[in-house]
């Protein structure tokens, strides 16, 4: 349990409390107790960035004149995760650079970009911060 929960997870605890009374095992209960998986999920998951983004003394707010340098300046940990797995799972931007890879065409196991001398530019210079 998230040591400061939202006003939506203590919406869902009391929405929740009636419908156990009720029926434990109904549907909408399943449904509630799902939807307070997954907000603490997300909670979670910000924490988790938002202890990263501190750690690695990265600006909670856009500072767009800062914004191409900071985007050129990923390009070494764009590199590691290709070459690491283990970058990729650490990574902020991992999932979602696993992503644009397959829309792009090199799919999912980087046995294409594997392959290649260099990281192909279209990838380090349509790189978006996390």
């Known amino acids: 349990m998230p040591a400061t929960p ?4 203590l919406e869902l605890f009391r929405q929740l409390k009636p419908l156990v009374a009720a029926d ?3 549907v909408a209960t399943t449904r509630v107790e799902i939807d307070i998986c997954l907000e603490i999920k997300s909670i979670r998951d ?5 202890r990263l983004v501190h750690a690695r003394g990265w600006p909670v707010t856009i500072n767009f004149s800062s914004l191409l340098d900071r985007i050129q300046a990923m390009h070494p940990d764009l590199e ?3 070459k690491n797995k ?10 979602q650079f696993m992503d644009e890879l397959a829309v792009r065409g090199f799919g999912h196991d980087f046995t294409k ?3 290649m001398r260099q990281v192909p530019g279209e ?5 978006r911060p996390g």
């Open 123 to 127: 990838l380090t210079d349509m790189a």
């Open 6 to 9: 939202t006003p939506r997870l």
């Open 113 to 115: 970009l594997a392959s």
């Open 24 to 26: 434990k095992w109904s």
């Open 86 to 95: 283990q970058a990729r799972d650490r990574s902020v931007v991992g999932e």
């Open 46 to 50: 910000k924490d988790r960035v938002l």
């Open 80 to 82: 590691d995760m290709m």
